[in-house]
C-alpha cells in the first residue's frame, strides 16, 4: 500500500517502467531480467494490496455501506489495471454487470464516495468516471482495533464455554429417559383380566343365565374342565398346554386362545380330545 495524504492507496505500475515497456517487445520472455523482475514484485504488491484492501471495507460498519455498496466496490477493485492505472467503468457497465437498477449505482457511487473509499474524478457528461481507490488511515486503524477486539471476545467466548463441563444430560432438549432404567414391563404383573367376570356379559354367547359349561348339548354326565383352571398369566401358558392338550399341532391355537383370552372349557375339551 502507498501511504499519501493520510491515505492507503493502490500500488500501479510506475509511469517510469509504463514508458521503458513501451519501446520492449511484447513478449515478457525478451525483457531485461532485472526488469522483469522489478514488474513481478510491483505485481504481487499490487494483487495483495486489492486483497487487504478489499478485507478493510468488508469490515466497515458505515450505515451508508450496505451491501450492494460492497458489491460495487468489490467490482471497482477488480476494474482497476495495474498497468495503467485506470478504473474508468459506465455506471451503465457496472448495472448490468451486477444485475442492479441504474439509480442504484448512482446512489451507491455517492455513499461510497461519502464514505471514504473511493474519489470520484468527473471527466465530463459524455466521458465515464473516474475513480480511485483509496483508504484513509484513520477509518482503516479504527476497523482493524474493532476486528481484533471482537475477536477477543470470541476467543473468551470459546474459552468460558470450553471451561464448563460438558453434561449430554443438560444439553437442550435431551431426554433423561434411560432404556436401561425404565420400569420393566412384566406381563405376568398386568392387571388380571378374566372374562368369566365380565359384567354383564355371558361366556361364549350362552344364553343369559345359563352355566357357561352346560351348553345345549350337555347332559350333565359329561367331563369338563372347571374354569378356574385356565391360566390368566402368560408366564403358565406353556405348562398347562403341554399338560392339557397333548396333540402337539394344536398348542399354538391354543396360545392363540389363552392370549386373546378366550379358551373356554368347551373349546379346551375339543383340543384335548
Same mark, same amino acid.
Given at each position: 500500500?502507498?501511504?499519501?495524504?493520510?491515505?492507503?492507496?493502490?500500488?500501479?505500475? @510506475?509511469? $517510469?517502467?509504463?514508458?521503458?515497456?513501451?519501446?520492449?517487445? %511484447?513478449? *515478457?520472455?525478451?525483457? @531485461?531480467?532485472?526488469?522483469?523482475?522489478?514488474?513481478?514484485?510491483?505485481?504481487?504488491?499490487?494483487?495483495?494490496?486489492?486483497?487487504?484492501?478489499?478485507?478493510?471495507?468488508?469490515?466497515?460498519?458505515?450505515?451508508?455501506?450496505?451491501?450492494?455498496?460492497?458489491? #460495487?466496490?468489490?467490482?471497482?477493485?477488480?476494474?482497476?489495471?495495474? $498497468?495503467?492505472?485506470?478504473?474508468?467503468?459506465?455506471?451503465?457497465?457496472?448495472?448490468?454487470?451486477?444485475? #442492479?437498477?441504474?439509480?442504484?449505482?448512482?446512489?451507491?457511487?455517492?455513499?461510497?464516495?461519502?464514505?471514504?473509499?473511493?474519489?470520484?474524478?468527473?471527466?465530463? *457528461?459524455?466521458?465515464?468516471?473516474?475513480?480511485?481507490?483509496?483508504?484513509?488511515?484513520?477509518? +482503516?486503524?479504527?476497523?482493524?482495533?474493532?476486528?481484533?477486539?471482537?475477536?477477543?471476545?470470541?476467543?473468551?467466548?470459546?474459552? #468460558?464455554?470450553?471451561?464448563?463441563?460438558?453434561?449430554? =444430560?443438560?444439553?437442550?432438549?435431551? &431426554?433423561?429417559?434411560?432404556?436401561?432404567?425404565?420400569?420393566?414391563?412384566?406381563? &405376568?404383573?398386568?392387571?388380571?383380566?378374566?372374562?368369566? $367376570?365380565?359384567?354383564?356379559?355371558?361366556?361364549?354367547?350362552? %344364553? $343369559?343365565?345359563?352355566? @357357561?359349561?352346560?351348553? @345345549?348339548?350337555?347332559?350333565?354326565?359329561?367331563?369338563?374342565?372347571?374354569?378356574? =383352571?385356565? %391360566?390368566?398369566?402368560?408366564?403358565?401358558?406353556?405348562?398347562?398346554?403341554?399338560?392339557?392338550?397333548?396333540? +402337539?399341532?394344536?398348542?399354538?391355537?391354543?396360545?392363540?386362545?389363552?392370549?386373546?383370552?378366550?379358551?373356554?372349557?368347551?373349546?379346551?375339551?375339543?383340543?384335548?380330545?
Amino acid at each position: 500500500m502507498l501511504d499519501h495524504d493520510d491515505c492507503y492507496w493502490l500500488p500501479v505500475l @510506475p509511469a $517510469e517502467i509504463r514508458l521503458q515497456m513501451e519501446k520492449l517487445p %511484447p513478449n *515478457k520472455q525478451d525483457w @531485461p531480467v532485472e526488469l522483469k523482475k522489478e514488474y513481478d514484485r510491483l505485481r504481487s504488491d499490487f494483487v495483495r494490496a486489492k486483497a487487504e484492501f478489499t478485507t478493510w471495507f468488508r469490515k466497515d460498519r458505515d450505515s451508508r455501506m450496505n451491501r450492494t455498496c460492497k458489491l #460495487i466496490l468489490v467490482y471497482l477493485v477488480d476494474c482497476l489495471n495495474f $498497468e495503467t492505472g485506470r478504473c474508468d467503468p459506465s455506471q451503465q457497465a457496472i448495472a448490468d454487470e451486477l444485475s #442492479i437498477g441504474l439509480s442504484t449505482v448512482e446512489r451507491c457511487i455517492r455513499r461510497i464516495a461519502d464514505a471514504r473509499w473511493i474519489e470520484v474524478v468527473r471527466r465530463g *457528461k459524455t466521458t465515464t468516471n473516474f475513480y480511485r481507490l483509496r483508504a484513509p488511515k484513520a477509518k +482503516v486503524n479504527a476497523l482493524l482495533d474493532n476486528a481484533a477486539d471482537l475477536k477477543e471476545r470470541r476467543l473468551e467466548a470459546r474459552k #468460558i464455554r470450553m471451561s464448563i463441563p460438558s453434561d449430554p =444430560s443438560k444439553v437442550r432438549d435431551h &431426554s433423561d429417559g434411560d432404556p436401561a432404567k425404565m420400569k420393566a414391563h412384566d406381563p &405376568s404383573k398386568v392387571r388380571a383380566h378374566d372374562p368369566s $367376570e365380565m359384567r354383564g356379559k355371558h361366556i361364549n354367547r350362552t %344364553p $343369559e343365565g345359563e352355566h @357357561p359349561n352346560k351348553g @345345549p348339548c350337555f347332559d350333565g354326565n359329561e367331563d369338563t374342565y372347571p374354569r378356574e =383352571s385356565i %391360566p390368566v398369566h402368560e408366564a403358565h401358558f406353556g405348562d398347562w398346554v403341554r399338560r392339557n392338550i397333548p396333540d +402337539v399341532t394344536r398348542h399354538r391355537e391354543a396360545f392363540r386362545l389363552l392370549r386373546e383370552r378366550k379358551m373356554t372349557p368347551e373349546i379346551l375339551r375339543r383340543l384335548a380330545a
